[in-house]
C-alpha cells in the first residue's frame, strides 16, 4: 500500500509563488511516475505535470512556463513550484503516483484572490 500526503496548499494573491509538496510512503517501486493534478469546482480534474523517477518531466500547456514540478527520489517526495499564479488557479491540487498501480493523495486547497 502507498499513502500520499500534500502540504503547501493555502491562500495567495494574483501574481504570488506557492510550493506545494507530496510525500509518498508504503511499498514504492523504484521505477515510477508521479504527478499532479488539480479539480476546480464544477470541472473535471486536469493533469498539470508529470515526472518520472528517471526526471523525465511534462507539463499541461496551461501551466507550462509557471510551474515546475521535481521530486526528491531519496525522499520519495514531489514538488511543484508554482508562481504567476492566477485566480483560475484556484482548485483542489491532488498528488498522483502510478507503478503499476495508481494513488492519490487527499488533495490541498490552493486559492489565489485577485
Known amino acids: 500500500q502507498v499513502q500520499l500526503v500534500e502540504s503547501g496548499g493555502g491562500l495567495v494573491q494574483a501574481g504570488g509563488s506557492l510550493r506545494l509538496s507530496c510525500a509518498a510512503s508504503g511499498s514504492i517501486f523504484s521505477i515510477n511516475r508521479m504527478g499532479w493534478y488539480r479539480q476546480a469546482p464544477r470541472k473535471q480534474r486536469e493533469l498539470l505535470a508529470t515526472i518520472t523517477s528517471g526526471g523525465w518531466t511534462n507539463y499541461a500547456d496551461s501551466v507550462k512556463g509557471r510551474f515546475t514540478i521535481s521530486r526528491d527520489n531519496t525522499k520519495n517526495t514531489v514538488y511543484l513550484q508554482m508562481n504567476s499564479l492566477k485566480p483560475e488557479d484556484t482548485a483542489v491540487y491532488y498528488c498522483?503516483?502510478?507503478?503499476?498501480?495508481?494513488?492519490w493523495g487527499q488533495g490541498t486547497q490552493v486559492t489565489v484572490s485577485s
Open positions: 498522483n503516483l502510478w507503478h503499476g498501480y495508481e494513488y
